[in-house]
């Protein structure tokens, strides 16, 4: 089955413990994307990554690093947590066609953390 | 900046009846506009999408129209059933550049039987 995974689901922590939130694809595309949703603002994308060793930052990337050593594998790491990054944090992924036209995204169950 | 706007949080709809969903946006280089439906405690999933050199695009029960020259767009649902409940995103596409996603910040549909 064609899915985009993340782990872990739910995650309570304390300020300044670092953290990975994991995600994996399998559908091998070539773009991921790591998006935070909170009330009235909507998804808000923090990182995203062309194609392997590819990362850039989104709009809201300050107070997250990203890697993309495999093709599968997205992980978003925060160095230093603090209580404003408590949110809804969903990856993405989708396969950039040739041509350049847009092609479905498909998002990953979601990661609710919680910053104390 | 909000480039792009869904300014209803909420809307609630009869069963049987239309779902008029709307989204404005303010940059005039997107060239893809997409509606995704959420449910609770899932990921975003897609639902219809238009290209910027459309005015409509329509798939069973849902038809995206964009109205270029006033930079809006609509999603309706006709019929609308229980199932539809749920929040729903507007978002756009740049293919040139950052390929980014931008979202608006989604109108919670709520279908009454």
């Known amino acids: 089955e064609a899915q985009v995974t993340q782990n872990p689901r739910y995650l309570i922590t304390v300020t300044g413990k670092k953290l990975t939130v994991t995600c994996s694809q399998n559908?091998?595309?070539?773009?991921m994307s790591w998006y935070r949703q909170d009330p009235g603002l909507g998804l808000r994308q923090i990182y995203y990554s062309m194609n392997v060793e590819v990362t850039d930052k989104g709009d809201v990337p300050e107070g997250y690093k990203v890697s993309r050593k495999e093709k599968r594998n997205f992980p978003l790491i925060l160095e230093s947590p603090s209580p404003n990054q408590t949110s809804l944090y969903f990856c993405?992924?989708?396969?950039?066609?040739?041509?350049?036209?847009?092609?479905?995204?498909?998002f990953g169950p979601g990661t609710r953390l919680t910053v104390l | 900046d909000q480039q792009v706007k869904q300014n209803s949080p909420s809307l609630s709809v009869q069963e049987g009846r239309i779902s008029i969903l709307n989204c404005d946006y303010t940059n005039s280089m997107f060239d893809y506009f997409l509606w995704y439906k959420k449910y609770p405690a899932e990921g975003p999933t897609f639902l219809i999408s238009i290209s910027s050199i459309k005015d409509k695009n329509e798939d069973g029960r849902f038809t995206v129209f964009l109205n270029k020259s006033a930079k809006h767009l609509s999603l309706h649902i006709v019929p609308s059933q229980p199932g539809d409940s749920a929040v729903y995103f507007c978002a756009a596409w740049i293919l040139q550049g950052a390929q980014k996603l931008v979202f608006g910040q989604g109108t919670r549909l709520t279908i009454n039987p």
């Open positions: 559908m091998n595309h070539e773009y």
């Open positions: 993405a992924s989708l396969k950039i066609l040739a041509g350049g036209s847009y092609n479905e995204q498909f």
